[in-house]
């Protein structure tokens, strides 16, 4: 299979922390993106990063990206219980449209 | 961004029975649609890549008379899973665009 590996699988904290997922992936790639999805849900588009960008920054989101150790991660600072969700990296195999996606990380935010 | 709906929302259908997920594209030409799929607390997998007038690229271990698309117009693309079993029981997400991404908002379907 070409799905990415997240870790941890699950994560759970309190209000106020932060909290870091990692994500690796397989394939070279034009970008990495992150989602999220509450459960049930449909997918929430956070965060693109390019192959030539090493980090990138939204709101309390910041993401980096290490194309030698085909890595990335997503950190969520002062987190707060509506963060509660599961986070899925996804990549797209250079040359093809398509997504793969990491397998999530399942965070839990208490207040 | 282009929007991208779903229907039906949630079905529940009896074992054996076929069930038709339609994907539309409301502002957007896709000439390409993409089929996840989604079991319960695991991650999106690649069922499908639909192409507008030829025949969907089924991905490995992905059973195609089982998992029917078809892409009749740019702005549609069906998926009919034929004699459902509990098994197939899901969470079907289609997505279009390339550079960016647009994803439906998902059809639950629960066989029983």
């Known amino acids: 299979s070409q799905q990415g590996e997240e870790d941890p699988q699950a994560l759970s904290i309190q209000e106020g922390e932060n909290a870091t997922m990692n994500c690796s992936y397989k394939t070279s790639i034009n970008n990495l993106q992150w989602y999220r999805q509450n459960s049930g849900r449909g997918l929430v588009h956070l965060i693109l990063i390019r192959s030539n960008e090493r980090e990138k920054h939204s709101g309390r989101l910041r993401v980096t990206l290490d194309t030698s150790k085909k890595s990335s991660s997503l950190l969520i600072t002062a987190s707060r219980a509506a963060d509660t969700a599961s986070y899925f990296c996804?990549?797209?195999?250079?040359?093809?449209?398509?997504?793969?996606f990491g397998t999530g990380t399942r965070l839990l935010v208490s207040p | 961004g282009a929007v991208v709906s779903q229907h039906p929302s949630w079905v529940i259908c009896k074992s054996g029975t076929s069930v038709k997920i339609e994907c539309r594209s409301l502002?957007?030409?896709?000439?390409?649609m993409f089929w996840y799929r989604q079991f319960p607390k695991q991650s999106l997998m690649l069922m499908a890549t639909s192409n507008e007038g030829s025949k969907a690229t089924y991905e490995q271990g992905v059973e195609k008379d089982k998992f029917l698309i078809n892409h009749a117009s740019l702005t549609l693309s069906t998926l009919t899973v034929t004699s459902a079993h509990p098994e197939d029981s899901s969470f079907y997400i289609c997505?279009?665009?390339?550079?960016?991404?647009?994803f439906g908002p998902g059809t639950r379907l629960t066989v029983l």
């Open positions: 996804a990549t797209d195999d250079t040359g093809f449209q398509k997504l793969v």
């Open positions: 502002d957007f030409q896709a000439t390409t």
């Open positions: 997505m279009i665009g390339t550079d960016t991404q647009y």
